[in-house]
């Protein structure tokens, strides 16, 4: 077992609450989306102020039941009001507006639920203008230690990078990390077998019960092919009539089944990076996994040993970077946006961060003596926009200069 898992507790405080606190002070709703079981509720049950607001989840049948008779019950005589799994009530956003428009001032609300809300039409058009929106992701390695937030990619945005040295404490392998996964409830188990009967319920209460309650899928056996396909392809380009081929269904239906997956937070598309905003939407997108665990299971690994002669291997150690790059990049304000950069004789970079006029190159390398040959993409990103920096992150000890503006630096700078 990694050391990382060896003593933890319960609770693990989350990087996003200091701006979920500072939201509710400046905005009468906030809703926190995210996967099954990132999270949400135990931070909400945990974290101040919200552990001392009123909660209410529409798990609890007699809640939900309460909610369709009489939706203003669930706040009378309170002003702070938590409420949970709001996904499966969309028609609460109703009277959650009039009660806002009402009383301004009055009362704050926290929403949170494990679909994406802000795809949801009925509530995305309830409270337009009223709600702001933050997402939780599985946990970092940071917050398992009980770390502050890396400083890093702010500090590389303003054309600061870090001294060449030698980390005191070599990075402990990735494997078992991204074979585990991030997940709060899978910290405390102790063995591999675990955790596999851990994902593999996981994805069953995934496909039985949300996906029902959310979308109309008829055949859930393509559906978890989907999901075992679109795995194999974590850190590719999306090749939408590929994945039909090779799972027996339309196009159509692919393109549906994703945009499930992408509103349920199990995975991700980042767009291409080019100077026109219009031609980003224009080429395929890379997909991610939202945590690497989910992607490894789905693909057929189990162990260590099958993770490490995979061929996939280092698209989930880019999956992994991956992960701790989103997280960070939804702290800054406003939140930096995520791309990949590809030319068309083949030259790419594997992550470019958008923050306002700042761009950051991010290249990840499954290798512990980086060199400047391993920077190519880096280098000629950086000959089309002089303006940027780059990072090489790598699995080894050293800080290292590999050019004015790149350097390459271990992946566990970026965990806090």
Request: glycine share 6%; charged share 20%.
């Amino acid at each position: 077992m990694n050391n990382f898992y060896s003593k933890l507790e319960t609770f693990y405080p989350r990087w996003i609450t200091p701006i979920l606190q500072q939201a509710t002070h400046d905005h009468a709703v906030v809703i926190l989306t995210g996967a099954r079981q990132v999270g949400k509720s135990t931070l909400l049950l945990n974290a101040r102020p919200f552990c001392q607001w009123r909660f209410h989840s529409l798990d609890n049948f007699a809640t939900l039941r309460q909610v369709q008779q009489e939706p203003e019950a669930l706040w009378a005589g309170a002003r702070h009001i938590v409420i949970d799994e709001v996904q499966k009530a969309p028609r609460l956003l109703s009277a959650i507006k009039q009660a806002v428009d009402r009383n301004p001032g009055r009362f704050n609300f926290v929403l949170s639920g494990s679909a994406n809300l802000l795809l949801m039409k009925q509530i995305s058009e309830s409270l337009a203008g009223r709600a702001v929106y933050f997402i939780l992701d599985p946990m970092t390695m940071g917050e398992i230690q009980k770390k502050q937030p890396s400083t890093m990619l702010t500090e590389a945005l303003a054309g600061k990078l870090p001294a060449e040295e030698c980390l005191r404490d070599p990075p402990p392998d990735p494997t078992p990390i991204i074979l585990r996964g991030l997940m709060p409830g899978l910290l405390t188990l102790s063995t591999p077998q675990a955790c596999l009967r851990w994902w593999d319920g996981y994805v069953a209460t995934y496909l039985e019960r949300d996906l029902r309650q959310l979308s109309q899928i008829e055949n859930l056996l393509d559906f978890r092919r989907l999901m075992e396909l679109t795995a194999l392809r974590c850190g590719q380009l999306l090749n939408q009539s590929e994945i039909a081929r090779d799972a027996g269904i339309s196009q159509s239906t692919v393109h549906r089944y994703l945009n499930v997956l992408e509103a349920t937070h199990m995975f991700e598309r980042i767009p291409a990076y080019t100077f026109s905003h219009t031609t980003r939407l224009l080429k395929s997108p890379k997909a991610y996994w939202n945590d690497t665990g989910l992607a490894v299971f789905l693909s057929g690994y189990f162990t260590e040993d099958d993770l490490r002669s995979a061929r996939e291997f280092g698209a989930f150690f880019e999956t992994f970077i991956f992960h701790h790059l989103r997280v960070l990049s939804r702290l800054m304000v406003p939140p930096a946006r995520l791309y990949f950069w590809r030319t068309r004789s083949g030259v790419e970079v594997d992550f470019v961060l958008e923050h306002g006029r700042r761009l950051l190159a991010i290249e990840v390398k499954l290798t512990t003596r980086p060199s400047f040959s391993t920077a190519a993409g880096l280098i000629r990103f950086l000959q089309d926009h002089p303006h940027a920096v780059g990072l090489l992150v790598h699995c080894g000890s050293e800080i290292l200069r590999l050019h004015r503006n790149i350097a390459a630096v271990p992946w566990t700078m970026l965990s806090g």
